[in-house]
């Protein structure tokens, strides 16, 4: 199932480029602000483990954006009455992004989303999984390294898999 993930995260983060093109002749002006497609990662610490985010979208507004997202929330690794407990979580999904530029380098933003979410928890013996679609909020903070370049640090939380922070690049084109 985790293969069959990676390949539609694989897909969505093509999409997202293949439409680059159509939104290139938007002007120089709006690409001076920010807007246009952009790819990124993340890592940070979340209720399971150390986890890594792979993302992609489209600032369409000064003040919007979409992305889509493929969380992995990491492993976490138990020891309970004597045997060893394994779980891990890991979710796909999509937001909506708010922002606010505070100057041209500093932006704040908040994203309102769904996402598709599967924990598995495992032991001698006994395996055990569960999905659902959770409601995804998040707020960060982002700085303009370069013109195609940004740093972002932001706190989510995705329903049952639980939150994560994280710090990551945004690549802009």
């Known amino acids: 199932m985790i293969k069959r993930t990676h390949w539609l995260a694989g897909i969505a983060i093509a ?3 293949a439409v680059q093109p159509a939104y290139a002749q938007a002007g120089r002006a709006a ?4 807007w246009g497609t952009f790819l990124g990662a993340s890592i940070g610490d979340s209720d399971f483990d150390t986890g890594f985010k792979l993302f992609a979208g489209q600032q369409f507004h000064r003040n919007f954006a979409w992305e889509i997202q493929y969380t992995d929330f990491g492993d976490r690794n138990e020891r309970r009455f004597g045997t060893s407990v394994e779980a891990s979580a890991w979710a796909l999904g999509g937001s909506l992004v708010g922002l606010l530029p505070v100057s041209p ?3 704040l933003f908040g994203k309102l989303g769904v996402h598709y979410a599967k924990a598995k928890v495992s032991g001698p013996g006994v395996s055990a999984s569960d999905s659902d ?3 995804g909020i998040g707020a960060g903070l982002s700085y303009r390294l370069t ?5 972002r640090a932001e706190v989510e939380d995705i329903g049952d898999p639980g939150e994560m922070i994280s710090v990551g690049l945004q690549f802009r084109f």
């Open 105 to 107: 380098e500093f932006s």
């Open 133 to 135: 679609v959770e409601l």
């Open 31 to 34: 690409q001076a602000d920010g």
């Open 15 to 17: 999409a997202a480029v």
């Open 147 to 151: 013109q195609q370049l940004t740093l």
